[in-house]
């Protein structure tokens, strides 16, 4: 055991970080073979074994250490749990779990998961005929999911990789339960994601952007996301009525996580906007917007307060989370820094706020203890629970 892993951690998770530490300390391409088999090895123990947080624990362990062991270890408990290898009846397949999420963002209200039987058929459908590789098994989950529905820690993941390639076998009927969403009513801007597994031969390509054209040249990606695109919003086009949706490429379920949660956060912007003008009456005009960076060592989000210009109390509040080391690098020379700041006070522009205030320094997470609500800055640096006006209509309208 490495003198610097605690040594009163779970064995598992003790192994889990000395592993880690060797691949991530590797010098050649022979020695990441041996500490990977070792690494895989004990990942799908842990994860084909009894409920445990024992990869969660040793990455919580190593957050405020080796970034590069951190990084190691989540790039290998990622791949262990959305892949996986089956056999049946003498024959390898590979299986790949991976989604295709939904960004989008309304005036009333976002639409509920359940896809029809037609609905899925068709999606299917769309899927072998734009994404996946030729002969590639397609099973979906029966319902968009929202990103509390999805896996919330890796041994679920691993758990609904191996139900959808069963599913896409033959060797399971439709057995994935999806979890039920909290009341989640007046969220404006979220995503939801179509979710399913690919399982091919093994060795064989997944992606169609992985096949040739007749004449030799690789199908492209933007070819792939624009025959999705088209196809795929023809098939929810009623289910979306009313909301502005972006179609992300389907891809490997974690790198698409990132990609969503990425994506969603300035059309959560334009969400609070347009909510506080139609339901609240608070035309962008009226509105003043201040930004903190908040965190404890770091910047971990931006939060955006949004008051009256005729007083200083906080009306709402909206969260930008942090989602990279660029972003939240504070003035580190060695890090090349993304002026998140920037891009917030740029697009409130675009919404009509013309009153933008950004507060210097890091600032705690704060909570209400009452009812848990995120506080938000007000003009004055005070970090305040947001109030709306006793007159405002909470409730989103109805459009579906």
Same mark, same amino acid.
């Given at each position: ?98 989604? =295709? ?39 979906? =989950?029966?319902?968009?999911?929202? /990103? ?35 009341? +989640? ?18 060795? +064989?390509?997944? /992606? %169609? ?69 139609t339901a609240a009456h608070f035309p962008p005009q009226d509105l003043r917007a201040v930004i903190v960076g ?15 210009? %005729? ?90």
């Open positions: 055991m490495s003198a610097s892993t605690p040594a009163r951690l779970p064995r598992d998770t003790q192994r889990l970080l000395v592993l880690a530490e060797g691949l991530a300390r590797s010098g050649s391409q022979m020695e990441d073979s041996y500490w990977q088999n070792l690494l895989g090895s004990q990942l799908k123990k842990i994860l084909l074994g009894k409920k445990s947080q024992s990869i969660e624990t040793a990455l919580d362990t190593l957050l405020d250490g080796d970034i590069n062991v951190y990084e190691t270890l989540v790039e290998h408990a990622e791949t262990h749990s959305e892949s996986l290898e089956i056999e049946v009846g003498g024959v390898e397949y590979d299986v790949l779990l991976f989604t =295709a999420p939904i960004v989008a963002w309304t005036r009333y209200q976002l639409p509920s998961g359940k896809l029809t039987l037609k609905q899925r058929r068709a999606l299917t459908e769309q899927i072998q005929q734009h994404i996946a590789a030729p002969d590639v098994r397609v099973a979906l =989950a029966p319902a968009l999911a929202s /990103f509390e529905q999805l896996p919330q820690s890796f041994q679920e993941t691993r758990q609904w990789t191996q139900q959808l390639a069963k599913q896409a076998l033959g060797l399971a009927s439709d057995t994935l339960v999806i979890r039920k969403s909290a009341d +989640a009513e007046n969220i404006l801007a979220d995503v939801r994601f179509l979710t399913g597994a690919l399982v091919a031969p093994k060795g +064989a390509a997944l /992606f %169609r952007w992985q096949t040739t054209r007749p004449d030799g040249a690789f199908i492209s990606r933007e070819d792939c996301h624009r025959d999705w695109l088209a196809g795929s919003s023809e098939v929810l086009v009623d289910m979306f009525t009313g909301c502005q949706a972006e179609y992300l490429l389907p891809d490997a379920f974690y790198i698409n996580c990132r990609e969503a949660d990425k994506r969603i956060r300035p059309y959560a912007l334009k969400a609070a906007v347009t909510w506080l003008h908040c965190g404890e060592r770091a910047i971990e989000e931006y939060r955006i307060g949004f008051s009256s210009k %005729r007083d200083d109390e906080v009306i709402y509040g909206c969260i930008w989370p942090v989602l990279s080391k660029e972003e939240a690098a504070i003035e580190t020379p060695e890090i090349d820094q993304v002026d998140i700041p920037g891009e917030i006070v740029d697009l409130l522009k675009e919404l009509g706020i013309t009153d933008i205030r950004r507060l210097a320094g890091v600032y705690p997470i704060d909570f209400c203890d009452d009812c848990g609500a995120p506080y938000f800055p007000n003009a004055l640096g005070d970090m305040m629970h947001p109030e709306l006006p006793e007159e405002t209509d909470l409730s989103p309208q109805h459009f579906h």
